[in-house]
């Protein structure tokens, strides 16, 4: 057998996991609520897993090694913030989004965005993840059909609908039950498999003393922490990564409205710092060791892939296929639940408020479905404005709901009529900070001053939410109770 069929096998062993594990979570799904929220019954660590398996997505296991690869150290603040993302958002936002969600009976952020600043606001909300979630989910697509293409050597237009399928029916099956426990043995797959890959990989390039010297052969800026970027974009690029997760990374922030308990949250913590610390340090180690051990390579996006073919034996390298298209899997089918989420509120709120339960979830499955459905359909041949909106969608996220989450859950007196404002605004100046940039530079890459539009349009929502609190009615009793009475 050779070394694609044993990749293909161990591929496929691996899909057909995630397919029995769609159909045995589709019998705890009575309702829309559990479809979303796993009836609020999740335990620690699978919590904590699916929260930092779904931040991981091509753009960490295929992105960040590359881009390493070319930055060297000046990168490595990205996989130390990230690391640090779960202390951020779970002890800024996930005990009160645990407790208000309950409360509220939320089963997205744009329920609890309604109760405290309005239903205008929670439209806004399910606008701005639809427009944004479905060209993230296409290129999720696109990237999982190039890798699994490049691996395996399955052609690009079998492998899309290969991995759409079955991620579709497994999370239109089971719903949140599906994709958190996906989530939590996609993770594991990850540890093992980045794991193996890194420390096979610092083994053959001599260690750690005859890797940075390969490093310094080919490039000493590399070995500098700012020796291939300024200053102002390391800060920016650890500010983003860490703080600016509580509203850009939206598709793993929803998963404090899914444990069982406080408790179960509190552990969640604990699973989800190890995993970022381990997987994403071990994607930047990979990086550092391919400057040393192929050093010249002209496509970045094959490093990884290259790596794979290089150094690994055929079963562990379907372990490393397995581990790659697990971590594009576990960001794909949050996302797609997510937009799945945002479209039914749209659908319950103004289409058809009366709908049942059965209704309800049937609807939402439905939506799973044709989202998938269309995503997949334009991954075949993605145009370039799908991958300016896939640009656009973390920062996007960040600018427009990083501050109102901080203020709903912290500041009474912030006004429902803010907090509207604010969301609109962050992202408004998100979007309009990166058009500044392709002004000035001819690019979507480089911003004026080397700021991220996600701290831009951050700043711009801060102002604007201490701005119209001062001059705007102030929340009932009732809102104040549920927020803030502890």
Known sequence: MGDEMIYIVILLVYLAGMLVIGFISSKKVTNSKSYYTSDRNVSAAVTGFSYSSTQLSSG??????????????????????????????????????????ERVDAID?????????????????????????????????????????????????????MIAVVLTI?????????????DYIQGIIMIAGFGILAAILLTRAGGFTAMH??????????????????????????ITWSILMVGGS?????????????????????????????????????????????????????????????????????????????????????????CSAAAEGLYIGYINPKASAKQQLRVGRAITVVVAAVAMAMAFKPFTAIQWLVAFSFNTWAGAFTVPVLFALWSPGTTKSAGFC????????????YAAGYIMYNSFSNWPFGIWPGIFGSIVSLIVILAVS?????????TREIFYLE
């Open 109 to 161: 952020y744009g329920d609890i965005f309604c109760a405290r600043f309005g239903n205008a606001s929670k439209i806004l909300y399910e606008l701005l993840i639809i427009v944004f979630a479905i060209p993230t989910i296409i290129s999720q697509f696109a990237a999982a059909g190039s890798s699994v293409q490049s691996l395996t050597g399955i052609p690009y237009n079998v492998a899309i609908p």
């Open 250 to 338: 939206i598709t793993s922030v929803v998963r404090f409205l899914i444990p069982k308990d406080l408790k179960a949250l509190r552990g969640a913590l604990g699973y989800s710092v190890f995993f970022n610390i381990f997987v994403l340090s071990a994607c930047g180690l990979i990086g550092l060791c391919g400057i040393t051990l192929l050093p010249g390579l002209e496509s970045t996006d094959r490093l990884v892939p290259t790596l794979i073919g290089t150094y690994m034996t055929p079963i562990l390298g379907g372990i490393l296929i397995s581990a790659v298209i697990a971590a594009i899997m576990s960001s794909v089918d949050s996302t797609l639940l997510l």
């Open 213 to 238: 010297e390969g490093i310094a052969a080919t490039d000493p800026d590399l070995l500098r922490l700012t020796g291939k970027a300024s200053k102002t974009w390391v800060i920016c690029c650890i």
């Open 422 to 433: 604010a969301m609109a605004a962050g992202a408004a100046a998100a979007l309009a900070w």
């Open 170 to 182: 497994y999370t239109m099956s089971g719903g949140m039950n599906s994709v958190a426990l996906t």
């Open 60 to 101: 960490s296991t295929i992105g960040m090694p590359a881009t390493v690869y070319t930055q060297g150290y000046s990168y490595m603040g990205t996989p130390m913030a990230a690391a640090a993302a779960p202390w951020f958002t779970f002890l800024l936002t996930g005990e009160r989004v645990r407790k208000i969600s």
């Open 470 to 478: 001062a001059f705007t009615k102030p929340i009932d009793e009732k």
